[in-house]
């Protein structure tokens, strides 16, 4: 039995040897190393290779990365007595040797938030004799001394060291970072002895304009160990040099820090000074009965002491003296400072880029503050900064303890005032580091604010206006607001409960006229999810405020104003009302209508957009009101978003829309045209997707003409907007259908390409000539059909709409044709009566016998002008047929023109020569018609020799007159024919006609 036993624990004992012997080797002391480094993957730490021998420890290529800081460590030595340090937590290194390695700090993110997990301290009271303070609970003393926190776990000492390596810091902004040759050379730290450390670095700048070249800093860090595993002393002397083009004989900077156990506590000092002079003195005592860190400090320190040391970054220039005290409890709660500093500053622009040129200030503070968590004491508190006279004053009126958590406020005096700010000539300038994109000049402001104490919380007023005289505003370096003058009133309310601010009376002049004026209104209550709510009014004066330069030439009125109230709540969900008025609009002394827009939108958890905004147009004479609503939601995205809306009303007047236009034109320049600005790099719905359906019921153009039933779709795409079935009644039995598409294609020198197709059946011609001019006939009166095809290509949307042609038929089977209106039948009238009664005369003659000439219709050249023109003033005709076309130039040729009457057929072609500005029934008109005639006309014109001899198959004959028409469609021209036709009548007298028939001729 004893056999197996012995063999049973031979082969433990080898297993445990093999085991130690597999410890004792590379592979798996490295194995078990990474196995470590993995249990703390915060630290992404990766190590080649470790061996730790009895008397020595050895690691190659390892790195390590934590919060941005990185360290790279080629190879680490040390030789100590592992099995001591493992079994008697004796760790005695007598050689220490880390080179090559490189600790980047440039991307080192500090840690934040190290008084998470502290516990609170005791409640107190600021003002005792007006609040009693509570009983003080324990409070667990985590600072204890310096000392205390370097005791050591294990019996430690350090015979030599040698550290070399690389420090990389990050560089000023805009510069590479900074890399600092660092040195550690020492050793001698023991029980009952003095470790001396010798500390060599150096910092070399590659770029030759800096105004530092070279810094270079050496010192000696000394420790005193009382006990194996305590310290007694500590002390860092360090001596600094920097020298470079700005600073060619060298500066030097000096600083002590030193830190001793003494009797009844500890000691600390910080020094810092430069040649024969101390720039910074901070002397501490944690005494051992008391569990607060107290002490003293003193600043005398100039911008050029320390510029050399602070690698290249930009200091303002300023002279700084001061002394005060500070203190703390054992917890680290509370801090308790009070001193009084006064400097001079230049050159703020270093560390604020907006202030600019703001002079020499100087600053004189004075502060008794402690700070407890969330809790702020003020005991004593003010801050003035003049240059040189005073321009800002911020004073305490007396203690008082804010809690910034809950917004509690305790004071001795509720009924005193607290606080006191007051501004006299203070630069308006000075805000502008708070206002992205926007530049103030010339502004001062004036005004007092006094806080004091309500309900537990805090109120601030103003006790005389704030006012800025002379203030101008420019965004993106364009002008926006010039030499105007802002005044108002404000009031704030802060207590547990809530907060309320309110801003009064706000008045916007220049050179003593409102501009405008405005009352706002905002506020909330504490707590998440809580709504934040504001109210507001605001009135404005069109003209004054569209003689500044935001609003420079967009607005051409005489007068008029703008009122607009709000309300809007702010919490998971958004809404927003708003009403705005626009009244006694005017231009050129003529009246504009005034409108009303009611605006009712909100904003879901979800993001989407809901709103409507009816608007009223309302005229006063003659009395009508349009109406018009727009209404959907809006999803939005990152570059764009879908909408869902519908545009219309019930009854709208285009006269109405044209006065409002007025409103909103500017006098435009000398070279301003329309489609003036440059191509498009993305068609002006990018990202935008959705649908506009119109449904509008009556759209008046004149008291004779309208569109009705208004219908139609708008929809956004990707790459094109489509125009789905817009249909319309045209008059009292016309229709309207139009449907097409805009693409955009970006490459093309005109990305925007129109296609579209209209028809028009039975549309009735005479309202719409009526409409454009009410004391003419209507040119052309019938009812026609239209079919044509729209293209169109453009830079942008203005010029495509201008750059639209095409080609039309129109076609009508009955009415009346003005536009050869000759009316010369008054300049002929007396001839025609003189021959009228010449006829008569003749005639009865002939009935005696005396005649030996037949009866005429025509007593006379003059009466058949007179008759002739009558006719083709209103040619009633059976049928008329034109093709319209319009080119590339924008001309319209209006092509194989047809008109056919019962005694007329009239056929031609022409042009309307564009004309920018001009409308289609303005622009110059050249028509020319060939006339074919029979029945009486025919008679007229054969009486005047005016009628070809040849009759076609039908019993036409062509007229010899010229038959040309200039002008407009609008107000033609045919002074030419009237000129033939006057010549006509005048060839033969009718005196001399009845004078032949008298004497039987």
């Given at each position: 039995m004893k056999a197996p036993w012995k063999k049973v624990l031979l082969g433990v004992v080898g297993l445990v040897l093999v085991g130690v012997l597999l410890l004792l080797t590379a592979p798996v002391q490295t194995w078990i190393a990474r196995r470590l480094l993995a249990a703390n993957p915060e630290y992404q730490a990766e190590v080649a290779s470790v061996r730790v021998g009895l008397r020595s420890v050895a690691v190659n290529e390892a790195k390590a990365a934590f919060d941005g800081a990185t360290l790279v460590l080629p190879r680490l030595e040390a030789d100590l007595s592992v099995m001591t340090a493992a079994t008697s937590r004796k760790v005695e290194i007598s050689r220490f040797v880390?080179?090559?390695?490189?600790?980047?700090?440039?991307?080192?993110?500090?840690?934040?938030?190290?008084?998470?997990?502290?516990?609170?301290?005791?409640?107190?009271?600021?003002?005792?004799?007006?609040?009693?303070?509570?009983?003080?609970?324990?409070?667990?003393?985590?600072?204890?001394?310096?000392?205390?926190?370097?005791?050591?776990?294990?019996?430690?000492?350090?015979?030599?060291?040698?550290?070399?390596?690389?420090?990389?810091?990050?560089?000023?902004?805009?510069?590479?970072?900074?890399?600092?040759?660092?040195?550690?050379?020492?050793?001698?730290?023991?029980?009952?002895?003095?470790?001396?450390?010798?500390?060599?670095?150096?910092?070399?700048?590659?770029?030759?304009?800096?105004?530092?070249?070279?810094?270079?800093?050496?010192?000696?860090?000394?420790?005193?160990?009382?006990?194996?595993?305590?310290?007694?002393?500590?002390?860092?002397?360090?001596?600094?040099?920097?020298?470079?083009?700005m600073f060619p004989q060298g500066v030097q900077l000096s600083a002590e820090v030193a830190a001793a156990r003494i009797s009844g506590g500890e000691n600390y000092t910080i020094t810092l000074q430069s040649v024969g002079k101390r720039l910074l003195d901070v002397q501490a005592n944690f005494p051992e009965n008391s569990p607060r860190l107290g002490g003293v400090w003193r600043l005398d320190m100039r911008d050029t002491d320390v510029a050399p040391f602070v690698l290249g970054r930009p200091l303002p220039a300023f002279e700084a003296?001061?002394?005060?005290?500070?203190?703390?409890?054992?917890?680290?709660?509370?801090?308790?400072?009070?001193?009084?500093?006064?400097?001079?500053?230049?050159?703020?622009?270093?560390?604020?880029?907006?202030?600019v040129d703001l002079g020499t200030l100087t600053i004189y503070s004075e502060f008794d503050i402690t700070q407890r968590d969330q809790q702020t004491r003020v005991e004593k508190l003010t801050f003035d900064v003049a240059r040189p006279e005073p321009v800002?004053?911020?004073?305490?009126?007396?203690?008082?303890?804010?809690?910034?958590?809950?917004?509690?406020?305790?004071?001795?005096?509720?009924?005193?005032?607290?606080?006191?700010?007051?501004?006299?000539?203070?630069?308006?300038?000075?805000?502008?580091?708070?206002?992205?994109?926007?530049?103030?000049?010339?502004?001062?402001?004036?005004?007092?604010?006094?806080?004091?104490?309500?309900?537990?919380?805090?109120?601030?007023?103003?006790?005389?206006?704030?006012?800025?005289?002379?203030?101008?505003?420019?965004?993106?370096?364009?002008?926006?607001?010039?030499?105007?003058?802002?005044?108002?009133?404000?009031?704030?309310?802060?207590?547990?409960?809530?907060?309320?601010?309110?801003?009064?009376?706000?008045?916007?002049?220049?050179?003593?006229?409102?501009?405008?004026?405005?009352?706002l209104r905002i506020g909330g209550l504490h707590g998440s999810g809580q709504?934040?709510?504001?109210?507001?009014?605001?009135?404005?004066?069109?003209?004054?405020?569209?003689?500044?330069?935001?609003?420079?030439?967009?607005?051409?009125?005489?007068?008029?104003?703008?009122?607009?109230?709000?309300?809007?709540?702010?919490?998971?969900?958004?809404?927003?009302?708003?009403?705005?008025?626009?009244?006694?609009?005017?231009?050129?002394?003529?009246?504009?209508?005034?409108?009303?827009?009611?605006?009712?939108?909100?904003?879901?958890?979800?993001?989407?957009?809901?709103?409507?905004?009816p608007v009223v147009i309302s005229h006063a004479s003659p009395r009508r009101v349009s109406d018009l609503t727009l209404a959907g939601t809006v999803e939005l995205a990152p570059s764009g978003g879908r909408i869902e809306a519908t545009f219309g009303g019930n009854e709208s007047f285009v006269e109405d829309l044209q006065l409002l236009a007025l409103a909103l034109a500017s006098a435009p320049g000398a070279d301003d045209s329309a489609g003036s600005a440059g191509k498009d790099d993305a068609p002006f719905w990018q990202g935008w997707t959705g649908t506009v359906s119109l449904a509008q019921k009556r759209l008046h153009y004149s008291e004779e003409f309208e569109l009705r039933d208004v219908t139609g779709t708008v929809r956004f795409e990707s790459g094109a907007l489509h125009l789905d079935g817009l249909k319309a009644g045209a008059g009292e039995s016309g229709t309207l259908n139009l449907q097409g598409a805009v693409k955009f294609e970006a490459a093309a020198a005109q990305p925007y390409d129109l296609h579209a197709a209209m028809t028009v059946k039975n549309?009735?011609?005479?309202?719409?000539?009526?409409?454009?001019?009410?004391?003419?006939?209507?040119?052309?009166?019938?009812?026609?059909?239209?079919?044509?095809?729209?293209?169109?290509?453009?830079?942008?949307?203005?010029?495509?709409?201008g750059q639209t042609r095409g080609d039309a038929r129109l076609s009508s089977a009955g009415g009346?044709?003005?536009?050869?209106?000759?009316?010369?039948?008054?300049?002929?009238?007396?001839?025609?009566?003189?021959?009228?009664?010449?006829?008569?005369?003749?005639?009865?003659?002939?009935?005696?016998?005396?005649?030996?000439?037949?009866?005429?219709?025509?007593?006379?050249?003059?009466?058949?002008v007179s008759e002739f023109s009558r006719l083709l003033t209103a040619i009633a005709y059976d049928q008329l047929t034109v093709e319209v076309v319009r080119d590339e130039q924008l001309n319209t040729a209006l092509r194989d023109f047809s008109l056919i009457a019962p005694e007329m057929r009239l056929t031609g072609a022409g042009t309307l020569t564009a004309v920018d500005g001009r409308d289609f029934l303005e622009q110059p008109l050249e028509l020319g018609l060939k006339l074919k005639a029979r029945?009486?006309?025919?008679?007229?014109?054969?009486?005047?020799?005016?009628?070809?001899?040849?009759?076609?198959?039908?019993?036409?004959?062509?007229?010899?007159?010229?038959?040309?028409v200039g002008g407009t469609l609008l107000q033609p021209d045919t002074s030419e024919l009237q000129g033939a036709l006057l010549k006509l009548a005048a060839e033969s007298s009718a005196a001399g006609d009845l004078l032949n028939r008298l004497l039987g001729k």
């Open positions: 880390a080179r090559g390695w490189t600790l980047d700090l440039s991307g080192y993110a500090p840690a934040r938030n190290l008084a998470l997990g502290f516990p609170r301290g005791p409640e107190f009271s600021l003002v005792p004799a007006a609040f009693a303070a509570a009983d003080a609970p324990p409070v667990e003393a985590l600072f204890q001394g310096i000392f205390a926190q370097l005791q050591l776990p294990v019996d430690f000492s350090l015979d030599g060291t040698v550290l070399e390596g690389t420090l990389i810091l990050p560089g000023p902004v805009g510069e590479p970072p900074v890399a600092v040759k660092v040195n550690v050379v020492g050793g001698g730290l023991k029980a009952g002895g003095e470790g001396q450390f010798v500390i060599d670095a150096r910092a070399d700048f590659a770029v030759d304009s800096a105004p530092v070249s070279l810094l270079a800093f050496d010192g000696n860090l000394a420790a005193v160990m009382d006990s194996p595993r305590t310290f007694a002393k500590l002390g860092l002397n360090l001596n600094a040099q920097a020298s470079g083009r003296v001061g002394a005060g005290m500070f203190e703390t409890d054992a917890a680290l709660a509370e801090v308790h400072a009070a001193g009084r500093l006064k400097s001079t500053v230049q050159r703020l622009e270093a560390v604020i880029p907006g202030w800002l004053n911020l004073r305490a009126l007396q203690p008082f303890e804010f809690d910034t958590g809950t917004g509690g406020l305790k004071v001795a005096d509720p009924l005193a005032e607290l606080l006191a700010i007051e501004a006299r000539g203070l630069p308006a300038e000075w805000a502008e580091p708070f206002l992205d994109g926007i530049d103030l000049q010339g502004g001062l402001v004036n005004g007092r604010l006094v806080a004091a104490a309500l309900d537990g919380g805090m109120t601030l007023r103003t006790t005389a206006p704030v006012r800025v005289t002379g203030l101008s505003v420019e965004q993106a370096h364009q002008l926006v607001l010039d030499q105007v003058d802002l005044s108002t009133e404000l009031s704030a309310v802060y207590n547990p409960k809530g907060w309320q601010a309110a801003l009064e009376k706000v008045d916007l002049s220049k050179r003593g006229q409102r501009l405008l004026s405005a009352a709504a934040v709510k504001a109210t507001g009014r605001l009135e404005a004066l069109l003209v004054p405020l569209g003689h500044q330069p935001l609003a420079a030439g967009l607005l051409a009125l005489n007068s008029g104003g703008v009122v607009v109230d709000f309300s809007a709540t702010a919490s998971a969900t958004h809404e927003l009302q708003a009403k705005l008025l626009l009244k006694n609009l005017a231009v050129s002394e003529r009246a504009l209508p005034d409108v009303g827009v009611t605006l009712r939108a909100s904003r879901d958890e979800q993001g989407i957009f809901r709103f409507s905004a549309f009735d011609s005479a309202p719409l000539f009526r409409a454009l001019d009410p004391g003419l006939p209507p040119q052309v009166e019938g009812r026609f059909n239209l079919d044509s095809a729209l293209v169109g290509r453009g830079r942008n949307p203005v010029e495509l709409l009346v044709f003005r536009l050869l209106s000759a009316d010369v039948a008054s300049k002929v009238e007396q001839a025609g009566k003189i021959a009228a009664v010449g006829a008569f005369i003749g005639n009865v003659a002939g009935a005696l016998g005396k005649g030996g000439k037949d009866a005429t219709s025509f007593a006379s050249k003059a009466q058949a029945g009486r006309t025919a008679s007229a014109l054969n009486f005047l020799h005016a009628l070809a001899p040849e009759q076609d198959a039908l019993g036409y004959a062509e007229c010899t007159l010229p038959l040309k």
